[in-house]
């Protein structure tokens, strides 16, 4: 019989943490009928005064070669019924364990100020990262809260590997203790980083596909910027931003005009040459200010004039309605076999409970179109996951991992 991939995932909520460590060793090694060659875990920020002791209590229990891992504001984890279990603010412990014949494995730490200058190379890159380009890499991400290159670390992968897919999540505290943890085992021992970017590169008969929901609807019309400065918008269709924003906002509705006090986004145009745009074209934006005087308008990433945007709100129907969007168009593309072994999922703190007043929203829409996988992640402070073939880092965004065997030497 061919050595197949296998993925297993379990999740605890034993209030204890070597009880914890035991539950999900065990009812994760017990899914698999071979030995694991990969671990990821993911632990609560509930635990946060004891991460220090995750990696060696891991140890005692479970022999595997390669484990990440980081601290989130939640887990996300598959129960002993098969249920997907999004876990917020209470003591969670995931563990993934994947058997992975034919696929190669490596693991990474870089701090910003190892990162090349974007200028450089490929070569830079490929040397910094210590993975050839050839067979492509997919590449998982945990970042630290405060890892500021992780925004030229992306740019850097990309261009040093391209096809590549790059997805991943900012470690997150939940506002319990501010500290956050990534986790490293492989055959240099157990680490514990407080900063930087932890990344794993898997090589050869692995295939994994993004799904990246931002949860927004688009407002109004495109509108071209035709003046801008790093990140100001200063002329939107040749007119003061604030003067058009304000007309967009009049011709909303009472429940949307309210919306828009606290939900409002900005969505920049990925493809500069598609005529039509439609929901799911851009790339979400938050607005960090405005200049009531001249009538600018200051988001969060750099824009230059030419580039196209159109306002978005967010709210719980609208973040509904735009996974199920882009669930139904991943069914629809992707009928055929290999099929998808697993999921990761990587979510926005910010989403959850507190966006739809229920649990497990993401994950339950998620399984009504991709069931009976196992599904493991972290509520994070950013999201990573790619828009439009370009890797970004969001926020209020689920990205979900879908991971398959190519069938190679199967």
Known sequence: MADKMQWANALSTRPSLEA?????????????????????????????????????????????????????????????????????A??????????????????????????????????AWIDLIGVPPSPTPQFIL?????????????QGLDFAYPGSVTLGGQASAGGMSGRTALFCHDAGGDRLYREGTLGLALSGNIAVET???????????????????????????????????????????????????????????????????????????????VDPSAGAIAIGDRVRPGQRLQFHLRDAEASAEDLELLLQQYQNQRNA????????????????????????FDSDLFRRYIKDIPVGGFFCGGEIGPIGGSTFLHGYTSVFGICRALGIGE
């Open 142 to 154: 945990l970042c630290s809260s405060f890892s500021s290159g992780i925004n030229d670390l992306l």
């Open 337 to 360: 076999e290999p099929a998808a072994i697993a999921a990761l999922m990587f979510s926005c703190v910010g989403r959850g409970e507190g966006l739809y007043g229920q649990p497990n």
């Open 211 to 289: 799904i990246v929901a931002q949860g927004c609807r688009p407002i109004g019309k495109p509108l071209q910027v035709t003046k801008a400065e790093r990140n100001i918008i200063l002329e939107l269709d040749e007119q003061v931003p604030l003067v058009v924003l304000r007309e967009v906002i009049a011709n909303l509705s009472e429940q949307e005009r309210m919306l828009a006090q606290h939900s409002l986004f900005v969505g920049v145009a990925m493809d500069g040459f598609k005529l039509t745009l439609q929901q799911g074209d851009f790339l979400i934006r938050g607005i960090l200010g």
């Open 20 to 88: 914890a460590v035991t539950d999900v060793v065990e009812r994760a090694v017990s899914s698999l009928t071979a030995p694991a060659d990969l671990g990821l875990v993911f632990i609560s920020s509930a635990f946060a005064s004891e991460y220090s002791r995750l990696l060696p209590l891991l140890s005692e229990k479970l022999s595997v070669p390669v484990l990440i891992g980081c601290s989130g504001g939640g887990v996300i984890g598959t129960t002993t019924e098969g249920q997907t279990q999004e876990l917020e």
């Open 90 to 123: 209470e003591a969670a412990l995931s563990l993934t364990l994947a058997h992975l014949p034919g696929v190669d494995l490596e693991v990474f730490h870089v701090v910003s100020e190892e990162l090349p200058d974007l200028d450089s190379s490929p070569d």
